[in-house]
């Protein structure tokens, strides 16, 4: 008798600016694997294009897939497979009913959830969260995502809001947010929040997160200023959610970890003195981690 046929599924993650998709096995390994821009400035219809094209053409590069993972910027209802809520950073998405139109248009099971859920479920199964039953995920990007699990099962909350870190308020009547809140943590730890933090510190006018990184890893003194100020900040975030969850383990993701070497040491030294500096780690998966647990809610489902 032959060797028993490992199952295939898509899993998807549908950003601001990309949509990335991975075509994977139930062991993990990566069969194909496809990027498209978003193309969000032409809303619904757009977007739903460019996903179209990519799952296509996933599918006819590996015709034994069984079942589509959806993972999305926004709320998203997992039971209905539905956007609920969805900034302007996919302009029309909400209302969006995810998994009816794969299903329609494929004609494969498919589900659907939030992209930082999605993220902590990839961290968990291949991740830096590998035999962790408590955890917490921050995905620090153009927003701040977040996510928790406890003995191995997401929460997703009775609002499908659960693990929103980002919309916690972290300076009272502070900063402005596109969710119409004042001083949410994604206006300090996000990484559009390290320029705006640039502006206001210091008289450098840097044009994108990645110039400050650089900066301070030269040494220039305007940056090391901002990283500070950035790293305080994230310290306390972090010490507000480990009171409040007290997981094994906070894993940070997200755009802003590509430079983690040059400012890691500076939170872990802040979160020494809360007795926490061992329980932060960073996401191995990178920006794939979302397509993984996607893939992973697809397994599920099957």
Same mark, same amino acid.
């Given at each position: 008798m032959?060797?028993? @046929? /490992?199952r295939q599924v898509i899993g998807v993650d549908i950003g601001g600016t990309e949509i990335k998709g991975l075509v994977v096995n139930e062991?993990?390994?990566v069969l194909a694997e496809m990027e498209r821009e978003t193309e969000a400035c032409q809303g619904r219809k757009g977007i739903l294009g460019q996903l179209n094209e990519l799952l296509s053409e996933l599918l006819a590069r590996c015709a034994e897939v069984e079942a589509v993972?959806?993972?999305s910027a926004g709320r998203v209802n997992v039971t209905t497979g539905e956007v609920i809520f969805?900034?302007?950073n996919l302009p029309g998405w909400q209302g969006m009913p995810l998994t009816q139109w794969a299903?329609?248009?494929?004609g494969l099971p498919a589900v659907a959830d939030n992209d930082a859920n999605a993220a902590l479920l990839g961290e968990a199964w291949l991740g830096a969260g590998r035999d962790k @039953?408590? /955890?917490?995920m921050l995905t620090l990007g153009t927003g701040v995502g977040g996510a928790n699990m406890c003995q191995g099962r997401l929460l997703r909350g009775a609002g499908w809001r659960g693990?929103?870190?980002?919309?916690s308020v972290l300076v009272p009547g502070g900063h402005p947010c596109n969710c119409g809140k004042q001083g949410c943590v994604e206006q300090y730890v996000s990484g559009s929040a390290l320029q705006r933090i640039a502006l206001e510190q210091t008289e450098s006018t840097y044009t994108h997160g990645r110039e400050i990184m650089a900066a301070a890893g030269r040494g220039e003194a305007a940056a090391l200023i901002v990283l500070e100020q950035y790293t305080a900040d994230l310290a306390l975030v972090m010490a507000n959610i480990s009171a409040s969850m007290d997981p094994e383990l906070i894993i940070l993701g997200g755009g802003v970890i590509h430079d983690h070497a040059i400012w890691w040491h500076r939170l872990t030294n802040k979160l020494h003195r809360e007795g926490l500096a061992d329980r932060i780690v960073a996401a191995e998966l990178g920006n794939r981690a979302g397509c993984f647990g996607a893939a992973r809610l697809a397994m599920e489902r099957l």
């Open positions: 032959g060797e028993k @046929q /490992l062991a993990g390994m993972g959806i993972a969805a900034t302007d299903k329609e248009t494929f @039953q408590s /955890l917490v693990g929103d870190w980002g919309h």
